[in-house]
């Protein structure tokens, strides 16, 4: 289904955890990294087509997510004539998009990359909100760049830092009583939570581990598909 220029009606999803950070896939069998989007069948409106697609590719449900927000117009790419069949050239240009912000309100493991028979990833990973675009292929990175702008303003606030600020006030408090101080736990891995099926996770590169993990055991991996 194709508009009167030649675009693709389609929906963009940017699904934030409880930190703000944005669910980032890997395309199958490739190493090409993006977020979830689909076209909107006919008789769709884009918010039940956004639905479909977030089951489709991850798994999730309404009431697994929030709906934060979207952006107000379409936002348009075009594809190069490379990535397009023959047969289209000359009649497809490329995607029209609307593009929603959601915040997962259920729990990591109700992510399911294989929820079809034809999944879109093989793996995924929560990345900061600004992902770099040069990890985006060339043809999208003005759409993501836009998308992310319009909806950072719509970036739910979370109590993080104040809860930081609350356990080093009562640590303080605890030294000033004479009792012992706990001791912070380590915040990059919650070890025994099993991935979702089919999933592995990338952790970020630019993340030491910290020396105390060596000994946690590791998070549970089902076994991919080759």
């Not at 348009?76 to 004539?81: G, S």
Request: proline share 9%.
């Amino acid at each position: 289904m194709l508009d009167r220029d030649g675009f693709r009606p389609n929906v963009g999803i940017i699904l934030l955890n409880q930190k703000n950070q944005v669910f980032w896939g890997k395309r199958i069998r490739t190493h090409s990294w993006q977020f979830p989007q689909g076209g909107i069948d006919r008789g769709e409106t884009p918010e039940q087509a956004m639905f479909r697609e977030l089951h489709e590719e991850v798994g999730l449900h309404p009431n697994h997510v929030r709906l934060v927000a979207r952006t107000r117009d379409w936002l348009r790419y075009e594809v190069p004539d490379r990535y397009i069949r023959r047969d289209a050239r000359g009649h497809y240009k490329g995607q029209k998009q609307i593009w929603y912000l959601l915040q997962l309100i259920g729990h990591d493991w109700d992510l399911n990359l294989r929820a079809t028979d034809h999944p879109e990833f093989d793996a995924w990973r929560w990345h900061d909100y600004w992902i770099p675009l040069d990890v985006v292929v060339e043809f999208k990175r003005g759409v993501y760049e836009m998308a992310l702008k319009e909806l950072a303003r719509y970036l739910p606030r979370h109590e993080q830092r104040n809860r930081y600020l609350r356990s080093g006030m009562r640590a303080r408090d605890m030294e000033l009583q004479g009792g012992p101080v706990p001791r912070a736990g380590p915040l990059l891995l919650n070890p025994g939570v099993e991935l979702p099926p089919g999933a592995s996770f990338d952790p970020d590169p630019q993340c030491s581990r910290p020396a105390e993990l060596e000994a946690l055991p590791l998070p549970r991996v089902a076994p991919r598909s080759m």
